[in-house]
Nanobody, 124 residues
Framework: QVQLVESGGGLVQAGGSLRLSCTAS????????MGWFRQAPGKEREFVAA????????FYADSVKGRFTISRDNAKNTVYLQMNSLNAEDTAVYYC?????????????????WGQGTQVTVSS
């Protein structure tokens, strides 16, 4: 069993930056792919970014490409999401997810564990 805990969310002005962290416990993330998803009020959950084990392959939603960067520190069992140039459309609850698949990508069905989420609010 893997427990995921997100942190780093908060309120930021448009154009600002935030860095989300997701730390896993229960087991190491060796061979686990990691991802970030988000869900805005009244909308379905959507893919944001993913990173495969051990970290050389990444994927991004078109809406965040060039602004967000996903990375992982395998020694710390932690994945990060650096978010720059934030705008109001980025307001959502952000969820961290982990999957045992080496082919992790935008597909939510490939993820086995999910965190509780952290709120990101961007004021315009």
């Amino acid at each position: 069993q893997v427990q995921l805990v997100e942190s780093g969310g908060g309120l930021v002005q448009a154009g600002g930056s935030l860095r989300l962290s997701c730390t896993a416990s229960g087991r190491t993330l060796i061979n686990y792919g990691m991802g970030w998803f988000r869900q805005a009020p009244g909308k379905e959950r959507e893919f944001v970014a993913a990173i495969r084990w051990p970290g050389s392959t990444t994927f991004y939603a078109d809406s965040v490409k060039g602004r967000f960067t996903i990375s992982r520190d395998n020694a710390k069992n932690t994945v990060y999401l650096q978010m720059n140039s934030l705008n109001a459309e980025d307001t959502a609850v952000y969820y961290c997810a982990a999957g045992r698949s080496l082919l992790i990508d935008y597909n939510a069905a490939r993820y086995d564990y999910w965190g509780q989420g952290t709120q990101v609010t961007v004021s315009s």
